[in-house]
Nanobody
């Protein structure tokens, strides 16, 4: 069974940093695209950062300049390094990979930014 598992979330003070990880298992196929999304209470899910094929990363407005998406060479693990976190970054962060044309989502990891 194809599965994505996120980790690295938690409680952090404003201005702090976190690094999220997302690992893929259950398939021999590499993803063709991958990304991080987030959903805050009462809001729609939004793009944080994504990358596909040989292209460069794309960032949502809220992440530009503060967050960095990266991946392992085998494409099976991706990361989201977050710096200068703000209370408005509080959300559940989801990993998504596109494998053979199908979107695979993780269950999410909670990030809470609060003093």
């Amino acid at each position: 069974q194809v599965q994505l598992v996120e980790s690295g979330g938690g409680l952090v003070q404003p201005g702090g940093s976190l690094r999220l990880s997302c690992s893929l298992s259950g398939t021999i196929f590499n993803p063709t695209a991958m990304g991080w999304y987030r959903q805050a209470p009462g809001k729609e899910r939004e793009l944080v950062a994504a990358m596909a094929g040989g292209g460069g990363p794309v960032y949502g407005d809220s992440a530009e300049g503060r967050f960095t998406i990266s991946r392992e060479r085998d494409w099976k693990t991706i990361y989201l390094q977050m710096h200068n976190l703000k209370p408005e970054d509080t959300a559940v962060y989801f990993c998504k990979m596109v494998i053979r044309g199908k979107d695979i989502w993780g269950r999410g990891t909670q990030v809470t930014v609060s003093s």
